[in-house]
């Protein structure tokens, strides 16, 4: 099993534009879970899925959107890139369950300027 | 109100010592699970142990140990014989309620973990 993979691993972009960023994940999760970490500090929700066809807003949501069409992906667009948005963003998915733990993709480093 | 306190930014420990990072956590539901990710220099979040609310032993992983003190609301971590592949930043996270909407993990701001050789 790959686990939860992320494209890309490096992106800039110029203030204004739109990019998706990737997330998939082979273990039949249902939950899946996008974070930003920006330096210095812990994770933020952005969004996350219980399943497909159903997302739902985290604690930072603002400047995002998602679409859960299948089990496996979960992909998070930005439109208009500001310079807020600059971040390391973790994709994430997990069982239900109080004990168990999410399993996290590497990470998508993200500037914007 | 912040829901997870790490108060300690930065730690030093001498290698082969044990050291413990704090972590505080504010709830009021009965349900929760606490838990403790390592962060890398390489980015990377890679968990390493969890406390359930309900759980009467205190859990340990190998050379972690939670310190769990259910009444002061904390859930301190604690790494025995420390190896310089300990450093590294740790978050502290709590999940309220079981899974569903309320499944969301809510983390602290991280400590970040030095071993000197």
């Known amino acids: 099993n790959a686990g939860v993979t992320q494209t890309p691993k490096f992106r800039i972009l110029k203030i204004g534009q739109s990019m998706t960023l990737q997330c998939t994940q082979d273990m039949n999760h249902n939950y899946m879970y996008w974070y930003r970490q920006d330096p210095g500090m812990g994770l933020k929700l952005i969004y996350y899925s219980v399943g497909a066809g159903i997302t739902d807003k985290g604690e930072v949501p603002n400047g995002y959107n998602v679409s859960r069409s299948t089990t496996e992906d979960f992909p998070l667009r930005l439109e208009l890139a500001a310079p807020s948005q600059t971040s390391v963003y973790f994709c994430?998915?997990?069982?239900?369950?109080?004990?168990?733990?999410?399993?996290f993709g590497p990470g998508t480093r993200l500037t914007v300027t | 109100a912040q829901k997870i306190t790490q108060t300690q930014p930065g730690m030093f420990v001498q290698e082969k010592e044990a050291v413990t990072l704090d972590c505080t956590y504010d709830t009021s539901d009965p349900s929760y699970g606490l838990f403790w990710y390592k962060q890398p220099s390489s980015g990377e979040m890679i968990f390493l142990i969890y406390?359930?609310?309900?759980?009467?032993q205190n859990a340990t992983e190998g050379r972690y140990s939670l310190n769990f003190q259910k009444a002061r609301k904390s859930a301190n971590l604690v790494i025995s014989a420390s190896q310089l592949g300990d450093s590294a930043m740790y978050f502290c996270?709590?999940?309220?309620?079981?899974?569903?909407?309320?499944?969301?993990?809510?983390f602290g701001k991280g400590t970040k973990l030095s071993v000197k050789p």
């Open positions: 996270a709590m999940r309220e309620g079981y899974g569903g909407s309320q499944g969301n993990l809510i």
């Open positions: 406390q359930g609310s309900y759980d009467q």
């Open positions: 994430a998915s997990s069982v239900p369950g109080q004990g168990i733990e999410q399993y």
